[in-house]
C-alpha cells in the first residue's frame, strides 16, 4: 500500500445521545474549550487522512455550526433514529472511492490524530488486513480503520449495530496495541470531567 493511498475518516456525529440528558446535544458539549465534536473533527484534520466526513442527523444546524470553518464535507442521515448502521452506511457511501475508512465516534476525545496515523501506518504496511483495530489492556477499542473490501458487508448491517460483530468473525484484522484511550466515550454528564482527568495525566 503506497502513502498516497485514500483513506478517509468518517466522523459518526448523528446520534441523540438520550443518556446525557438534558435538551442539549452532548457533542456539543465543551471539553477544555472546545465542543466534543470539533475536538474529534480537528484531530481527524491533524492526521495523514486523506478526508474527512461527518454523518450529521440529529442536531444538524447545531453540529455544522460547531463545525463551521473547517475543511471538511457532510453526508446527512435523515434516518439517524433507526440506529448506528444506518449512519455508518451513509458514511460509507460518501467515502466510496476510499481504499479505506477510520470510522471515528465524535464523543471520544481521548482520540488524536497520532492514534489516527497508527492506524493507516499499520495498513500502510499491511494493505491485506480487512480492518486495523486499536487495543487498550487487551480490549479492541475505537476508531477502527475497516478496508474497502470490507464495505458491501458493512453496508448490510441494520438496526444499532456497527463493526464490532463483523470484525469480531472475521480473520486477518490487526490488533494494534496503544497506550491512548480508546475504550472511554462520553454517555453522561460526569464522563467528561472523568475524561478529562485521564487525559491530562497521560
Known sequence: ?????????????????????GASNKLLADFD??????????????SR????????????PEIEAALAGLPLSFAHNPDFASG????LRKGLAAAAAADAVIVLLADMPGVSSGLIDGLIF???????????????GGRRGNPALLAKSLFPRLMALEGDEGAKRLLSELDG??????????LNDVDV?????RLRGQIRRS
Open 122 to 136: 499499520a495498513f500502510e504496511k499491511a494493505p491485506e488486513a480487512p480492518a486495523i483495530v486499536p487495543v487498550q
Open 84 to 87: 448506528l448502521a444506518s449512519s
Open 173 to 182: 484484522v490487526i490488533e494494534l496495541p496503544v497506550d491512548e484511550d480508546v
Open 33 to 46: 474549550g472546545r465542543p466534543l465534536v470539533r475536538r474529534a473533527a480537528e484531530a481527524a484534520l491533524a
Open 1 to 21: 500500500m503506497s502513502v498516497t493511498s485514500w483513506i478517509s475518516v468518517v466522523l459518526l456525529a448523528a446520534g441523540r445521545g438520550s443518556r446525557f440528558g
Open 49 to 60: 487522512a486523506r478526508d474527512t466526513i461527518v454523518v450529521t442527523g440529529h442536531g444538524r
Open 189 to 193: 454528564p460526569s464522563d467528561l470531567d
